[in-house]
């Protein structure tokens, strides 16, 4: 057992300058990833964090384990957000098989059960993620001196969170059947943690490409598990449940594995290292947990209040809403790691807002197609019996673009260390996400609840882009508006993509 605390000489504080990007990343990756934002606005940029410069801890205190080759971020970016792209198809495409299968009342079901242990989790992970990652890139901690104490807290909080699961669900259902579907929900959940906490190493060492190996082995989980136990063996909710489970322990198998490779999983005991890595992951956590919460308080409102068959409804409409979110979900892997290990604030600051301007010009389109087409789509996809869910998802999409603000945004503060202007910001929203579903779902159900989400995650969202824009003296519209630059490197970057695939075509 490890005695005291293993802080490494020289470690840096909260703040102190990170290690500088290597300069093997090609010049248009630099061009897009890092010119300055506030060029094209006549304004500068800090050249050093807030909470000053200190000199970075030496690279000895990384000893251990071998540093792998990092990737350019440009390169980071692209594969993530293929990544992303074939997690969206895939997961949409086996959400459309779950829920034929399924009908509306087995998927409401089952998306009532999953709810509670998928808040949990958010609960359970304690920021425990993050916090690693941030402390392996700023060097404060070793790979090892983390991994170590992850063990213990990985054993702690999976014990906890599956007896809160249990507990809970006892006094919530009527049935014991009803409370061993719970119970199987409850088994995901130290999977879930295990990949979590796991994904915080990997996100430290920056290598993003395990991390997005690791997704794509989830999604064949739950293609294999919908095939096997609800198609063939027609299991209906339980084997929607059994699917989670799978998917789960593949993915946690990949993240353990690639993880010892970095440094040997022990179970150790370092209460400085601990008690580091809580302090400072309870305030990721509070940020996340309150966010996952405005998410899926509409469930708590809606189970009571409608039928499994409109819940049904109303959850496929919300799920194709949020699959948006899987383009800055692939941006904000890539940016958490790169803020952590950024030398400056403002090559963090540039990097996370020119990625939110063109992001947000190419889902305004979407979102505006998407919502013209979603009751002739839902139909086409999901079937007749699914049509009354084009109006939560027409009624979703204006909250769920402006929340792609805070999808980008918050992981460049959080990655640097300001992970609770999220949780202040996102009080506010929470509490009219609340009132407004009390008021509008005894009205107008699914659709009131709906519209009382997309409203929140606007307010929220418009709160902190000016929050954000204050914090790193920005305008409001440098942050949200695309530049001439920002159209320049567009068009040159389409230009260069038709080139090789006209090379590539003439080749052949």
């Not at 470690?11 to 990170?18: T, V, W």
């Not at 920021?127 to 990652?133: I, K, L, P, Y």
């Not at 919300?318 to 604030?345: C, D, G, H, Y």
């Not at 139909?379 to 699914?386: E, P, V």
Request: aromatic fraction near 10%.
């Amino acid at each position: 057992m490890m005695a005291g605390s293993n802080r490494q000489d020289g470690a840096q504080p909260e703040g102190a300058a990170f290690p500088a990007e290597p300069a093997g990343n090609s010049a248009a990756a630099q061009a897009v990833l890092t010119a300055p934002v506030q060029a094209a606005h006549g304004q500068s940029i800090p050249a050093a964090s807030e909470a000053g410069a200190p000199a970075a801890a030496p690279a000895s205190a990384q000893s251990g384990a071998s540093q792998p080759k990092r990737n350019s971020t440009a390169f980071d970016l692209l594969t993530s957000l293929l990544t992303k792209v074939v997690l969206l198809c895939g997961s949409f495409l086996l959400s459309v098989v779950m829920a034929r299968l399924l009908g509306p009342e087995g998927k409401g079901i089952l998306t009532a059960v999953l709810v509670l242990p998928t808040l949990v989790v958010t609960l359970g992970d304690l920021g425990v993620r993050q916090a690693s990652a941030y402390f392996i890139g700023s060097k404060r901690y070793t790979p090892q001196q983390v991994t170590n104490s992850l063990g213990v807290l990985w054993l702690i909080t999976s014990t906890l969170t599956v007896v809160m699961v249990a507990a809970i669900s006892w006094f919530q259902t009527s049935s014991t059947s009803q409370w061993m579907l719970y119970l199987l929900a409850a088994a995901t959940v130290p999977l879930n943690l295990l990949f979590k906490y796991s994904n915080g190493i990997m996100q430290g060492r920056e290598m993003i490409s395990k991390i997005n190996i690791g997704n794509l082995l989830g999604l064949a989980g739950n293609a294999i598990g919908i095939i096997l136990f609800m198609w063939l063996i027609k299991l209906g909710v339980i084997g929607g449940l059994i699917t989670q489970m799978l998917m789960a322990g593949l993915m946690a198998w990949y993240a353990v594995k690639i993880v010892g490779r970095v440094a040997p999983i022990r179970f150790e005991v370092d209460k400085a290292v601990m008690s580091d890595i809580f302090r400072k992951g309870i305030s990721y956590a509070a940020a996340l947990f309150i966010l996952q919460l405005n998410y899926r308080i509409n469930f708590f409102f809606l189970e009571p209040a409608v039928s499994a068959e409109q819940l049904g409804y109303f959850s496929v409409g919300i799920n194709m809403a949020e699959l948006i979110w899987q383009v800055p979900a692939a941006l904000s892997l890539v940016l958490f790691s790169r803020s952590a290990n950024s030398k400056t604030s403002g090559e963090a600051v540039n990097r996370a807002v020119r990625l939110l301007r063109i992001t947000l010009c190419l889902l305004f389109v979407f979102c505006l197609g998407l919502a013209l087409l979603a009751r002739p789509f839902i139909t086409l996809i999901y079937g007749a019996d699914f049509t009354e869910a084009y109006s939560v998802l027409q009624l979703l999409l204006p909250g769920v673009f402006f929340m792609t603000i805070v999808k980008i945004l918050h992981p460049d503060l959080a990655g640097r260390g300001y992970p609770l202007y999220a949780f202040w910001i996102y009080i506010l929203p929470l509490i009219i996400n609340i009132v407004l579903n009390i008021k509008l779902i005894p009205a107008y159900g699914i659709n009131g609840s709906a519209a009382a989400s997309s409203i929140s995650y606007a307010v929220g969202a418009i709160i902190f882009a000016v929050a954000y824009a204050r914090k790193e003296k920005h305008s409001v519209r440098a942050l949200l508006l695309l530049t001439k630059e920002d159209m320049r490197l567009i068009t040159a970057s389409l230009q260069s993509l038709a080139g090789k695939i006209i090379r590539k075509g003439a080749s052949r």
